[in-house]
């Protein structure tokens, strides 16, 4: 069973920042690939970012390559994605999820962290 915690959501203006953060729980994390999604109204869900926790291999969507990263904080627990040259585009719910490792859905995901970006 993995938990997760999101955070770091808000407000912000049209070429700002923000750092969206996941605090995850449970056991052998190692053999998790975790996820950011977010999910628009009206909207497809889209993977922005994902990340094996245990290796540096990434994955970003088109549309935030460049501009997105993630990472991961080991001795926290914690994922992270920074955000920045926002854009109204990016206004959505995201949140964090996990997968066992070679599965092909998600199985846990967290509660979402509200980005708005005013333009």
């Known amino acids: 069973q993995v938990q997760l915690v999101e955070s770091g959501g808000g407000l912000v203006q049209a070429g700002g920042s923000l750092r969206l953060s996941c605090v995850v729980s449970?056991?052998?994390?190692?053999?998790?690939?975790m996820g950011w999604f977010r999910q628009a109204p009206e909207k497809e869900r889209e993977l922005v970012a994902a990340?094996?926790?245990?290796?540096?291999?990434?994955y970003y969507a088109d549309s935030v390559k460049g501009r997105f990263t993630i990472s991961k904080d080991n001795a926290k627990n914690t994922m992270y994605l920074q955000m920045n040259s926002l854009t109204s585009d990016d206004t959505a719910l995201y949140y964090c999820?996990?997968?066992?490792?070679?599965?092909?859905?998600?199985?846990?995901r967290g509660q979402g962290t509200q980005v708005t970006v005013s333009s």
């Open positions: 999820a996990a997968k066992f490792r070679g599965s092909q859905d998600y199985q846990y």
């Open positions: 449970g056991r052998a994390l190692s053999l998790y690939t």
């Open positions: 990340s094996t926790w245990s290796a540096p291999a990434t």
